[in-house]
């Protein structure tokens, strides 16, 4: 089975060819992050007015790369949402179109739950599993059932971890994206436990007892820090070291407390895993953290190559192999979804 993946949600132009059996046939992403470093932030009609510029030639390039023609094919999956309206359109319609014009199923992907599969791309990670879904634009923590079977345990009440990367970064002046950046910057640190010291930040809601987040009170630590410290490049250094290290205590606080839950509501589960997934996972302090973490409860954190815990065609692709192995095409008159929350995909089983 050959599925071709196209993603547009946001600022990754992304298309792929995949296989059932986990071969990734081609793989192309465009980046639009020099186009959105003037405002330091994405603009949907620029990033729509992108993607529709480049994919068609990415199309057309990944299947030859792949050494197939349309015809070959077994699918065409696009995401559908969530994501910025404009983008998610372009992909969605491309895709679309390829399958009707070759008679080709059409799968409409959450890209969520793209993020959640990915890492069964890589290897057969049996269900139910934990994940932890870190990007830009969410932090939630699911139990993945099946697929298109999620139960949310836990999201945030204001920002994702990713938005507070970003804008924290943009506080200290470094340019867009800013997470990659301030992640770079923390490397620079010589002394963590000094930095955590000289620059203390604490765990957001840690006495309570719900596994929920919430990130904006750490940005306003860290404007309050800014605003009283010498910006020398070590102390911005060690600034960003702590601030990193806060947030992936964080994450973890709140995937021990999942992992806890899990082990009472599956009893049986042997080998369980925590999913480690989307944009922020790429952050390397944050998957140490996270793996220590999941090593003492008795979970093993499997997380997606680097190359694909951002946004990528080959997500989308292989989420096309797990819904059209179930046989859950979808018809050409379904819609684009600014918002797609995982648990209403019951509703499409």
């Not at 049996?126 to 999201?155: K, N």
């Not at 951002?310 to 008159?333: C, F, H, K, Y």
């Amino acid at each position: 089975m050959k599925i071709l993946g196209i993603e547009t949600s946001c600022d990754e132009t992304g298309v792929a060819v995949v296989t059932s059996d986990r071969q990734v046939l081609s793989h192309l992403v465009l980046s639009q992050i020099k186009t959105h470093q003037a405002t330091g932030g994405v603009v949907p009609e620029i990033a729509a007015r992108a993607h529709l510029d480049h994919l068609d030639h990415l199309i057309h390039e990944a299947v030859k790369q792949a050494g197939l023609d349309f015809s070959d094919l077994d699918g065409v999956a696009a995401t559908c949402g969530p994501g910025l309206i404009g983008g998610v359109m372009v992909g969605m319609m491309a895709g679309k179109a390829i399958a009707l014009a070759h008679n080709k199923p059409f799968l409409a992907v959450n890209h969520l739950e793209a993020h959640a599969l990915t890492p069964r791309l890589i290897e057969d990670i049996p269900f139910p599993y934990l994940v932890l879904l870190v990007s830009g634009g969410h932090t939630q923590i699911l139990v993945a059932e099946d697929v298109g079977q999620y139960h949310l345990w836990a999201s945030t009440r204001d920002d994702a971890v990713g938005e507070c990367f970003d804008k924290s970064a943009k506080m200290m002046g470094l340019p867009y994206p800013g997470g990659p950046h301030l992640e770079k910057l923390a490397s620079h640190c010589a002394d963590l436990k000094k930095a955590k010291h000289q620059f203390p930040f604490s765990i957001p809601m840690k006495g309570s007892k719900e596994i929920e987040f919430s990130f904006s009170g750490l940005k306003t630590a860290m404007r309050q820090v800014l605003d009283k410290t010498d910006h020398t490049p070590e102390n911005l250094a060690a600034l960003a070291a702590s601030f990193q290290s806060t947030l992936a205590e964080t994450l973890s606080y709140r995937a021990a407390q999942a992992m806890e839950k899990f082990c009472n509501a599956y009893p049986h589960k042997k080998d369980p895993a925590l999913i480690v997934c989307g944009g922020v996972s790429a952050n390397k302090a944050i998957r140490t953290e996270l793996n220590n973490c999941a090593s003492k409860h008795g979970f093993t954190l499997k997380c997606p190559p680097l190359e694909y815990a951002t946004d990528n065609g080959a997500m989308i692709a292989w989420a096309g192999v797990e819904l059209l192995q179930q046989g859950r095409t979808a018809p050409l008159s379904i819609k684009a979804r600014p918002r797609w929350p995982l648990e209403e995909l019951k509703e499409l089983v």
